[in-house]
């Protein structure tokens, strides 16, 4: 019955490979988000989908492409793993975009 | 652009009360979010906020804000060892047609049995 679901929980690749990273939620919310927290626990947010349409991409790289197939997913591709990607990855959505964000369990990438 | 500031570390003694500041620069912000991160787990929300409120409480938990100030507190009563955590201010944002939500760098809340 978990609100907000990341996998994998726990990625560690090699710099230049290719991974993705799955969120799902199941609170029949409209608009889900990606969050990266860096190692100094900064938190940024990434993208936003509201209806599985991007409403909001901060600077961030290309490299970094958001999926949404449908209003419970929102997944995570990226391109061309770099050292600077480490961090954890957070999912969060909401019911509407004005409404409190509900946050998965993060996802701890590590590249080597 | 938005910035939200908090201090980094606080320690207390258990059964203490902890405060919690957090400084934010956007005056349009709409609510205001005291998001808690224990080790290794997600943020959970804790409290909020609307900005036209000075003063929400929710049984241990009381939050202040200062409006002309730009100035949110967490009081937490008689603090406990589970409430060693990260604390997140964030605050609301709306521009552009989008919201978002802009976090402090959290502060880490040390509590001494």
């Known amino acids: 019955d978990t609100a907000v679901s990341q996998t994998p929980k726990y990625l560690v690749t090699q710099m230049g490979n290719d991974k993705s990273i799955k969120c799902e939620q199941n609170?029949?919310?409209?608009?889900m988000y990606w969050y990266k927290q860096d190692s100094k626990k900064f938190l940024k947010i990434m993208f936003s989908?509201?209806?599985?349409?991007?409403?909001i991409n901060e600077t961030v790289p290309n490299r970094f492409s958001p999926k949404s197939p449908d209003k419970a997913h929102l997944n995570l591709h990226i391109n061309s793993l770099e050292l600077g990607d480490s961090a954890v990855y957070f999912c969060?959505?909401?019911?509407?975009?004005?409404?409190?964000?509900?946050f998965g369990p993060g996802t701890r990438l590590t590249v080597l | 652009g938005e910035d939200v500031e908090q201090s980094l570390f606080l320690s207390v003694r258990e059964g203490d009360s902890s405060v919690i500041n957090c400084t934010y620069t956007?005056?349009?912000?709409?609510?205001l979010y005291w998001y808690k991160q224990e080790p290794g787990a997600g943020l959970q929300l804790l409290t909020y906020?609307?900005?036209?409120?000075d003063m929400k409480q929710d049984q241990r938990l009381t939050v202040l804000l200062n409006k002309k100030d730009k100035h949110l507190s967490l009081r937490i009563a008689d603090t406990q060892t589970g409430d060693s955590a990260i604390y997140f201010c964030?605050?609301?944002?709306?521009?552009?047609?989008?919201?978002?939500?802009?976090f402090g760098k959290g502060t880490k809340l040390s509590v001494i049995p």
């Open positions: 969060a959505s909401s019911r509407r975009t004005s409404d409190e964000q509900f």
């Open positions: 609170l029949g919310h409209d608009t």
């Open positions: 989908y509201n209806n599985k349409e991007l409403i």
């Open positions: 956007d005056s349009s912000s709409t609510y």
């Open positions: 906020i609307f900005s036209n409120m």
């Open positions: 964030a605050e609301s944002y709306s521009g552009a047609g989008s919201y978002q939500l802009t």
